[in-house]
């Protein structure tokens, strides 16, 4: 459509713009992608330098760079166009949204969501059979989800076979009236089995104070978690061995990775095509400095700085979540001052949603 004579992919993420060759990219050569899961270009975290990727940027002739990644590489993307602009370049920097955690704000989606949902899925049934199969058994099951519990909740909603989803933005705590192990004796004796779903920034203050651990990060400043499946599964068996009577079967599943690396749906793979034809149309009208992807069903260029000015996360004062509670019949495990809290913080996120009408007057001209 627009004589484009030769796209290049960088191999390696951010560091490959000066430390690795680029590969040509053909219809040809990409034509069956979409069925793999992965990447064919490989990805790396961290410890790039921004005056290296420009002067590669120059060196090489780019005139537009697609930069495609989650939350982390968004902001990496945000620095190599503010320091584009610095230099005077005539350069489009254009992002694409891509993470399973559904954890970038202002838009729908991301891609890559619907696929995790859908996956996460088969591992929540494959937890109930097993559960389903013996006498008081409990299934765990721990899905991605760092500071955003998305998938977990959309997966347990979908399933409708789970008994409990804890998710890091709600507290929760495990002895005492109403707290966890109550629950789940609660729900043995009622159904004489149960499932749990997790994500995997969920609990985690109750495990740092259990394990005493140190606050360590990754080369892309994320905290290094802790295994909280392998946590709590320890934790009920625990309990229910010291304290009860009950004896629990418990199985534990982490299908965290096989779920990353499958093949995207096909409501994905629609939504990806429009990403990426969003993306190239905004470029080649002169827009730069943006993030491409649909807001309330609208196809938008969102400036990079709405995007990383914080993370998407469940609310959990809000209808889906009272939805999630009402499927489960799992206790909130909140307090009067954790609602007043969330409700204010609700209230800061629509005063910025109030403004996103003015997004596409915001984006950089080149």
């Known amino acids: 459509m627009y004589g484009v004579k030769k796209v290049s992919g960088i191999i390696g993420g951010y560091k490959g713009f000066y430390s690795r060759n680029t590969i040509p990219l053909t219809p040809k050569s990409v034509n069956d992608i979409h069925k793999r899961g992965g990447t064919i270009l490989g990805t790396s975290r961290g410890g790039h330098d921004k005056s290296k990727i420009v002067d590669s940027i120059q060196d090489r002739g780019i005139n537009q760079v697609y930069i495609i990644g989650g939350d982390g590489t968004q902001k990496g993307a945000s620095v190599i166009f503010e320091e584009i602009k610095r230099h005077g370049l005539k350069v489009v920097v254009a992002g694409i949204p891509k993470t399973i955690d559904n954890d970038i704000p202002v838009i729908d989606k991301s891609f890559g969501f ?123 068996k625990d309990h229910f061995s010291q304290t009860s009577k009950m004896a629990i079967n418990l199985k534990y599943i982490d299908p965290t990775y096989m779920i990353r690396a499958i093949p995207s749906n096909g409501s994905d793979n629609v939504y990806c095509t429009l990403l990426a034809q969003s993306a190239a149309h905004g470029a080649m009208a002169g827009y730069t400095g943006y993030v491409a992807g649909p807001v309330n069903g609208r196809e938008c260029f969102i400036p990079f700085y709405r995007i990383n000015e914080k993370q998407h996360q469940v609310v959990i004062t809000d209808r889906m979540w009272a939805r999630l509670l009402s499927s489960t019949n799992q206790p909130s495990f909140l307090s009067t001052k954790d609602v007043i809290e969330d409700k204010r913080g609700e209230e800061v996120h629509q005063e910025h949603c109030s403004d996103d009408n003015l997004v596409n007057k915001e984006i950089s001209y080149t």
């Not at 005492?176 to 920034?201: D, S, T």
């Open 114 to 236: 619907d696929s995790a949902v859908e996956e996460a899925q088969r591992a929540i049934n494959a937890a109930h059979v097993e559960s389903e199969s013996i006498e008081n058994g409990i299934g765990v099951v721990k899905v991605m989800g760092r500071y955003s519990g998305f998938i977990a909740m959309y997966a347990t909603l979908a399933s409708r076979d789970v008994d409990c989803c804890l998710i890091p933005e709600s507290p929760f705590y495990l002895e005492g009236p109403g707290g966890l192990f109550e629950y789940i004796a609660k729900r043995l004796k009622e159904n004489g089995h149960m499932v749990i779903v997790i994500a995997e920034g969920a609990g985690q203050d109750l495990l740092s104070e259990s394990m005493n651990s140190m606050d360590k990060q990754d080369a892309s400043g994320n905290k290094l978690l802790q295994d909280v499946g392998l946590w709590i599964s320890q934790k009920i």
